[in-house]
């Protein structure tokens, strides 16, 4: 990353990925501002300054990446050109936070070098922190050089480009698109030729849709962008959908060739099965055999073995009785045993817990206690061990005495074993007595008292105790002990006789167990073979199921799979075909598309990359069961809009379709319905709430009416930006960061007809053309027209239709059924039963389903035949709509949506004339159609437009028909495209482009020898080319005869083309009828009755044109006057007061009129959102918005569309002009027309004024020659005049002429005219209306052809019809002008027909205009080149100084400065175009307007505001300056010309002056007394000196007329001669009195033809220049009204 770079590019051409990856490489901090909805200045200073702290604070260098589609407001840019040039932003940081930075700064200040750092003072901390800036943050910017947006900003801040590195980002070069298309393609599986193939189509497809894309700008004017970004997306999209594809045939193919494999299986098992069956049938018979004789010899054994068991059981039973007997009583010893067991098992238990330490403790006693004595006396009894003898200490008698005896027992190593082994069982009882009768009740014998003398005596104590209680339990059992010895024995004895008798019964059972396994043997056996006969049977069953239900299948799946294995080997080429179609041509429309999909498989096919012979987007991607569903959901059916649904789906970005007609809009809210389709719009206050709460729970949302511009809030969604954050996938919008739905889905539409996305917008988006196609509005208004022509029909077919879908989709649900049943079965198939019945009710379930195809095929058909006699309807209706939408290209007013089309469609089937015969019934709605559209259509024109809308609607039905060839059709509008004619004119009397165009037009099959004809036969061409009316003449030869009524027209747009308009109206006349070229009046009270409450109505505004008065009129008729019609005119502020208005409105039910909204560009969208809010059940039904705008691309389009639409236009032609006025308050008025005092002479006089209203207006069509300036009569100078003639003639007897003409002329009309000129004019005409002849003279004509005159006196309708009868053409006699006016007004109404024709056609290719910067270097060269040195003005007033008696040295000096101050500037500016072409100073936006005009062949406006008035071309222009500058360089060098070029002075009047000055000088006669006399001097005059007085000049053209040079006045000019070369005039100055009384005409002189002017600072106009007296044998207002004046020069 550069210190600071500017990346130029387009968007997507890498400019931000290829910043991240360089600060990422030189590990710089990035950082960028994220632009919210709300993002303003305040946010913008606050990341700036966040950015600028991070950046000085840290020691890690910082980048900051800014777009150019993040400058929200241009003071951004400010803020950066500042930053680029000083390092800060002034003043960004207030005092607290200047302070923080301070005291950051002088922290890491103290840890550098002690020679590094600062002072410490505030400044030099700040300083230090912007030195800081300055070298770690590093300023990346990325520009889109598209528009004129990038040169005026690097105008206004010029450190983008000073403080910058400039990096422009070219498109990328063949070697580039190549590696990358190898290394994303290295793991595609693909074989090393196909690989290098497909790179190679890659390329192709880059290069070839950019070319289209320069092709399709200049044809149709339509913008798409190539950029590296599309080129990844059709890798990636290849990648993904041949991988998609490849699994998908793959996976049909296998189940193809496994349910062929299972049923080919099934076939080969038959026959096996069969013979297998045969086999097993015998060895049946001897198992059921075997089996019967084993059961007889069974049932013999079963009886012995019955016998036996039965003793057995008899002696079981006194076993069993016995046993119980010895049971008994072993249970009552166990009893009493129960008692004494545990004593003695605790005794023993304590026994064990003693140790022999314990027991030596107690033997090494001397003198034991008691207790323990005790104890060892009771062992020793028990052991049978005797006492010793001792004296007793107390009497001294001899006593028994154990212990010791006890001392040697405890002695015995084994003591404590011996107790524990002690015979309990056998204590003899004179012992056990002593024990129970001594011991036992000794008190002091028991173990707790023990346990105090001794631990180990108290276990001995015990153990003595269990003994004697176990003794004495013991001899209680030991009686029952005997018995039950005896007992057991008996028992044993019972046992073993029983065992014996077992043995026996054992044995027995055996060997009957032996015949019952033989027998379950065979009898297993006999199933077995049982199962395999009934196996092998159903298996033959199931196979002739199988192959019967299937067996019909094998052929087309056979078919199926070999055509999937094709298919699989073509996806490489399809698929790619396709992704290009999906990464490239969305934008594109249809014809387009198809033209490149077409030139793309053939270069496939040239480098033998495998693709279908019949490759079809919509065979590759598309899927018929969900195409079908698609269409039910209202997506037309022609294939264009189904390739673009299947676009949306198979792209990995979201669409934003131009969808102008709505179709995508519907098709999307039907498909997504049941999904809970959100639809918003940018204008809604919360749509960024409902656009999070979407995402969140994964509802689709639908962006509808989007402009040029997206939010770029939208961006993270748009790039589909999300990330991981605590294990859920997020996205961040704005400020907040969401959970991201996969089931998410996102959709955008616009409006705009043809809008222009630059590439920032659509790299991120699918773009795609959804315009309507021809044959999907054909299905539609089909589908509409037998709708309401026969209901039952189309409802019987959308029925078939739905079915027909439900059942393909089961077909194919069961079919996949099927297959994924033979695929998924294991084994043999025969063998599974439920296999075999699925496939066989499914199989039957689908010939049920395949035969009501059948049926509703049939009836379908039958249907579709009965719907295609209404075709033709359709097919008319929909040529009409893509007319009408083509005239958005002529006016961006002219649009009209398919919703209003169709609905006028249908009120017209619903309103015109029923008629059994389809046939007669299709010519009647047809011709009903097509007038009530064109009257629909044409109040909404202007009427320039309206014959040109008949023309286009008759030439596009005559196209549709077949009746129109396209190459000629395209030479009437263009004259055909070539070079240098080959061929010499061969006549004077022909113009060049006529004869250019003949040659070309001999080219066309129609015309093959045209050229050849025309230059061998004069006479008969000439005296077409010099007719007046040339659709009278015949062509002549054979070609009259030869070319059909639209090909003469091609002929006469060669030859005449001033003279089309006539032969177009006839053309339109013959082929759709007279009503076609007589436009509807203006009929408000129609199109108030075609509004509704939630139907806006739109006054379309033309200068001059004002509908309120009538709108006034109109709302007090229908009782709206007063408080009940609000009206504001729109502007700055008054947006809250209009919504304020219409809230009111809608509520009560009154009308508004919002007029100017074209000033309002900025409320627009308010209103908009308004008109889309208003809906008829809370909108009062009384309720109107009227709204008045002057043509504007910025007025909402759905308004244009749903809304009625009118001109308020003065009508096109004297006819109509009239007809308006008739119809117009208060003529129209039965009351006022008949209530006048005068009624003959109000009559008479009104229809004057109505003709006078007419002429003055339609005076405009001639320009210059009609008017001086075009003024804006309109129908309130009528209005007035009207009233003021009627309330004059009743209120005198008299005709009170004087007054009504002054207040008429004068005022009401006058009153507009400022230019002296054409108040002479307006006066003249009036003359010709407002006098006594049109009231007393019955024979009193308007024009010299008699056709036109007051009729006589009548009633209104008679007047109305009289009108009616005048031709749709005038002549230029009625407004006494010459036929030639009519030529510049013919040429330019024709060149503005075809023009705006062509708007709608496109503008057609052309060859290339070569290299525009060396163009524009050659052609400036050239001109500088031609351009001589400045004149030398000191040395000129030097040589000709200033002179009493010599005034023209005066003028010619001041000539020289004017000029050198013209010639600097224009050469000033050439060379420093030069220099800003090469780079070596910037191309300011004054440079860039004088490039502009050089190649436009136009003079710069730099050049004109220093310049004199010039209309000519650039070319002509130069040649007049340098005639000019030669013509005073001739003049200092031959001094004062005897003849002046008049022409040739930059200022005339300084000349004029001049001469006035040396007459006044030389005869000292006051030069304010003196005027000019002029006389025109014959050809062969004298000019070798100057006249004695005044001064002879020349350079003038005649213009309206014609010099006469033989009788020296005046006269009609020559027909077809448009001007005429001025003779020399001697200017004579002579006192005013003194100039002689003749007739003449107050001639005007004007520098150029444009005539009009401004009165400049000299007080003089720059355009008109003198009056000149000229000779005239006609009355002077015979020449007013005629135009006539004499120009400087000409506009060539």
Request: charged share 25%; net charge negative.
């Given at each position: ?328 009583i072993k249970d009552e010893c166990d009893a009493d045993l129960a008692e004494a067991i545990p004593i003695l098992e605790s005794a ?169 396994d033989k027998f379950e043997e065979n009898t297993k056996k006999k199933e077995d073979l049982e199962v395999q006969v009934d196996m ?1157």
């Amino acid at each position: 990353v550069s210190t600071q770079s500017t990346g130029v590019g387009v968007g997507g051409s890498g400019r931000q990925s290829l910043t991240r990856l360089a600060a990422y490489m030189a590990d710089y901090v990035l950082f960028q501002v994220e632009i919210g909805k709300g993002y303003t200045s305040f946010e913008w200073r606050e990341d700036l300054k966040r950015i600028l702290r991070k950046s000085a604070e840290s020691e890690t260098h910082s980048c900051f990446l800014f777009t150019d589609t993040q400058i929200k407001e241009e003071n951004f840019l400010e803020d950066i050109n500042n930053l680029l040039n000083a390092g800060e932003v002034p003043n960004i940081f207030p005092q607290d936070e200047k302070q923080e930075i301070q005291d950051a700064m002088r922290k890491i200040d103290k840890t550098r070098d002690k020679s590094k750092q600062t002072d410490g003072t505030p400044l030099g901390l700040f300083n230090m922190f912007i030195d800081r800036v300055r070298d770690q943050l590093h300023i990346v910017l990325a520009m889109s050089p598209i528009g004129g947006a990038f040169r005026t900003r690097l105008r206004k801040f010029p450190s983008l480009v000073n403080c910058c590195t400039i990096d422009w980002f070219q498109a990328w070069p063949e070697d580039a698109l190549e590696i990358v298309a190898q290394r994303f393609l290295e793991d595609v599986e693909l074989s090393d030729e196909h690989r290098n193939g497909v790179v190679e189509i890659c390329k192709n497809f880059h290069e070839s849709t950019r070319m289209l894309s320069e092709k399709f700008q200049r044809e149709v004017n339509r913008h798409n962008y190539v950029t590296p970004t599309s080129y990844l997306e059709l890798i990636y999209t290849y990648k993904n959908l041949l991988g998609k594809c490849r699994d998908k045939v793959a996976y049909q193919k296998k189940r193809y060739t496994v349910g062929l494999e299972k049923l080919d299986s099934a076939r080969s098992q038959v026959s096996q099965m069969q013979s297998d069956l045969q086999a097993l049938q015998p060895q049946l018979v001897v198992a059921s055999k075997e089996v019967d004789e084993i059961m007889v010899v069974i049932e013999r054994d079963s009886i012995e073995v019955a016998k036996t068991e039965k003793i057995v059981k008899a002696e079981e039973v006194v076993a069993n009785e016995q046993a119980a007997v010895a049971k008994g009583i072993k249970d009552e010893c166990d009893a009493d045993l129960a008692e004494a067991i545990p004593i003695l098992e605790s005794a023993l238990a304590a026994l064990n817990t003693l140790t022999p330490s314990d027991i030596t403790i107690v033997k090494s006693m001397k003198s034991p206690p008691p207790g323990v004595r005790l104890v060892m006396e009771s062992i020793c009894i028990l052991k049978g061990i005797k006492p010793e003898r001792v004296n007793d200490p107390a009497t001294g008698k001899k006593m028994d005495d154990f212990w010791k005896p006890s001392q040697k027992v405890l002695g015995d190593m084994k003591f404590l074993q011996s107790l524990r082994e002690y015979d309990k069982d056998n204590v003899s009882p004179p012992i056990i007595k002593k024990i129970r009768n001594t011991y036992i009740p000794n008190p002091e014998f028991v173990p707790e008292k023990i346990r105090q003398a001794s631990n180990a005596a108290e276990g001995l104590c015990k153990w003595v105790r269990a003994i004697e209680a176990y003794d004495r339990v013991a001899k209680v059992v030991a009686p029952k002990k005997a018995a039950l010895a005896i007992a057991e024995s008996k028992f044993a004895e019972a046992q073993k006789s029983l065992n014996a008798k077992r043995a026996m019964l054992k044995e027995v059972q055996d060997k009957l167990q032996m015949l019952r396994d033989k027998f379950e043997e065979n009898t297993k056996k006999k199933e077995d073979l049982e199962v395999q006969v009934d196996m092998c049977t159903k298996k033959l069953n199931r196979a002739e199921k199988l192959i019967g239900g299937l067996g019909g299948e094998q052929d087309r799946w056979q078919t199926a799979a070999t055509e999937l294995a094709s298919q699989y080997i073509n996806l490489t080429g399809d698929v790619l075909v396709s992704s290009g179609v999906v990464a490239y041509l969305g934008a594109f429309t249809s014809v387009y598309r198809e033209a490149q999909v077409q030139d793309w498989l053939k270069a496939c096919k040239e480098i033998n990359l495998p693709c279908d012979a019949d490759f079809s987007v919509i065979t590759t991607l598309g899927d018929p069961v969900k195409i079908r569903s698609w269409n039910i959901f209202a997506l037309p059916t022609d294939n264009f809009s189904v390739e673009n649904a299947i676009v949306i789906t198979n792209s990995r970005r979201w669409p934003l379709m131009i969808d102008p007609q709505g179709q995508a809009n519907k098709w999307i809210k039907n498909m997504e319905k049941s999904s809970n389709l959100h639809t918003i719009k940018l204008t809604d206050a919360d749509y960024v709430r409902t656009l999070e709460n979407c995402i969140q729970f994964g509802t689709p949302v639908l962006l509808e009416d989007v402009g040029e511009d997206l939010d770029p809030l939208l961006e993270p969604i748009l790039l589909k930006q999300t990330f991981k954050q605590g294990g859920a996938i997020c996205i961040r919008l704005g400020d907040a960061t969401i959970e991201y739905s996969r089931d998410f889905r996102f959709y955008i539409t616009t409006k705009l007809r043809n809008p222009h996305y630059l590439p920032e917008t659509s790299v991120k988006v699918t773009l795609l053309n959804f315009m309507i196609t021809p044959e999907g509005l054909e299905d539609q208004l089909l589908g509409i027209v037998v709708a309401r022509e026969k209901p039952e029909l189309e409802e019987e077919r959308n029925e078939l239709i739905i079915q027909s879908a439900n059942n393909q989709k089961q077909l194919k649900e069961i079919e996949d059924k099927i297959l994924e049943v033979l695929s998924s079965s294991e084994g043999n198939i025969l063998e599974d039963e439920t296999a075999i019945q699925v496939l066989s009710s499914s199989k039957v379930l689908a010939n049920e389903i395949s035969e009501k195809q059948e049926i509703a095929a049939v009836t379908e058909k039958k249907i579709n035949e009965t719907r295609q006699e209404y075709l033709p309807i359709a097919v008319h209706s929909s040529v009409l709509f893509f007319t009408i939408s083509d005239l958005a290209a002529i006016d961006p007013m002219y649009q009209y949506s398919l919703p209003w089309y169709i609905n006028l469609f249908i009120s017209a089937i619903d309103n015109s004339e029923p008629n059994d015969d389809i046939s007669k019934r299709l010519v009647i709605l047809t011709d009903y159609f097509t007038e009530l559209l064109y009257r629909n259509i044409c109040r909404s024109l202007f009427e320039k437009d309206k014959l040109l809308f008949s023309f286009l609607m008759c030439c596009n039905i005559m196209k549709n028909k077949g009746n129109m060839n396209d190459e000629e059709w395209r030479f009437l509008l263009t004259g055909g495209v070539g070079l240098d004619n080959p061929h010499k004119n061969p006549y004077t009397w022909m113009p060049i482009k006529a004869w250019d165009e003949i040659t070309r037009l001999s080219d066309l099959k129609a015309f093959e020898g045209m050229r050849q004809h025309v230059a061998a036969h004069e006479e008969g061409w000439k005296k077409l080319y010099d007719s007046t009316d040339p659709m009278e003449v015949p062509l002549p030869g054979k070609w009259d005869d030869d070319l059909s009524e639209f090909q003469k027209m091609v002929m006469i747009r060669c030859l005449r083309p001033d003279k089309i308009t006539p032969f177009v109206q006839s053309y339109v006349k013959n082929n759709l009828g007279p009503v076609y070229i007589e436009p509807p009046p203006f009929d408000l009270p129609g199109s108030y009755s075609d509004s509704s409450n939630v139907t806006p109505l739109i006054f379309v505004l033309s200068p001059g044109a004002d509908p309120m008065v009538a709108l006034m009129k109109f709302a007090e008729d229908q009782g709206f006057g007063g408080s009940k019609l609000s009206s504001l005119s729109l502007g700055q502020g008054q947006g809250p007061i209009a919504v304020k208005m219409l809230e009111n409105a809608v509520k009560q039910g009154t009308w508004v009129v919002l007029q100017n909204c074209h000033l309002s560009v900025s409320w627009m969208p308010t209103l908009e959102k308004i008109c889309a809010d208003l809906l008829p059940d809370s909108t009062h039904s009384d309720f109107r918005l009227w709204l008045t705008s002057y043509p504007s691309p910025d007025f909402p389009v759905p308004i244009l569309q749903n809304g009625v639409k009118m001109t308020n236009e003065p009508p096109k032609g004297l006819k109509m002009n009239l007809i308006r006025s008739y119809l117009a308050d208060p003529i129209c008025d039965s009351e006022f027309f008949n209530s006048c005092k005068q009624p003959q002479a109000f009559k008479k006089l009104l229809f004057g004024l109505c003709f006078f209203h007419a002429t003055v207006q339609e005076r405009r069509q001639f320009g210059p020659l009609g008017w001086n300036i075009p003024y804006e009569f309109n129908e309130t100078d009528l209005r007035i005049s009207v009233q003021q003639l009627h309330m004059f003639l009743n209120q005198y007897e008299e005709l009170p002429l004087d007054a009504v003409s002054y207040l008429t002329g004068e005022c009401n009309y006058g009153g507009r005219v400022t230019d002296s000129h054409d108040r002479r004019v307006i006066i003249g005409i009036l003359e010709k209306f407002y006098n006594h002849d049109i009231v007393n003279d019955p024979g009193y004509k308007f024009s010299e052809s008699g056709k036109y005159y007051a009729p006589k006196d009548g009633d209104y309708d008679s007047y109305l019809e009289y009108i009616k009868s005048l031709p749709i053409l005038t002549k230029p006699e009625v407004f006494n002008m010459h036929s030639n006016a009519d030529i510049t007004k013919d040429q330019k109404e024709t060149n503005q027909l075809f023009d705006s024709i062509l708007l709608t056609e496109g503008t057609g290719g052309g060859g290339g205009a070569g290299d525009k910067d060396e163009m524009l270097y050659e052609v400036s060269g050239g001109i500088i080149s031609k351009l001589p040195k400045n004149f030398d003005t000191e040395a000129a007033l030097r040589k000709y100084p200033t002179a009493y008696k010599q005034s023209m040295n005066t003028v010619l000096v001041q000539e020289m400065g004017r000029f050198n101050v013209l010639t600097e500037c224009v050469r000033s500016s050439l060379i420093n175009l030069q220099k800003a072409i090469k780079g070596l100073v910037v191309m300011s936006q004054e440079l860039e307007d004088v490039a502009a005009a050089v190649m436009n062949g136009k003079i710069p406006e730099l050049w004109m505001s220093r310049s004199y008035p010039s209309l000519k071309p650039l070319g002509s222009y130069v040649n007049d300056l340098i005639q000019r500058l030669n013509f005073l360089q001739d003049w200092y060098d031959d001094g004062v010309p005897n003849v002046f070029w008049v022409s040739g002075f930059y200022f005339t009047q300084a000349f004029i002056t001049g001469v006035k000055q040396n007459y006044a000088r030389k005869y000292t006669i006051p030069i304010d007394t003196l005027a000019f006399d002029y006389d025109v001097m014959a050809e062969d005059c004298d000019t070798s000196k100057p006249p004695e007085d005044g001064a002879y000049v020349n350079g003038l053209f005649v213009d309206g007329a014609r010099w006469d040079r033989e009788k020296n006045v005046f006269a009609e000019s020559i027909p077809k001669v448009l001007f005429d070369t001025m003779p020399m005039i001697l200017m004579k100055p002579m006192k005013k009195l003194e100039i002689p009384e003749r007739p003449i005409y107050w001639c005007p002189v004007y520098k150029t033809s444009e005539r009009r002017g401004v009165l400049s600072t000299t007080g003089h106009s720059t355009n008109f220049v003198i009056d000149m007296r000229l000779s005239s044998d006609k009355p002077e207002m015979h020449w007013v009204l005629r135009g006539l004046a004499l120009m400087c020069q000409l506009d060539d």
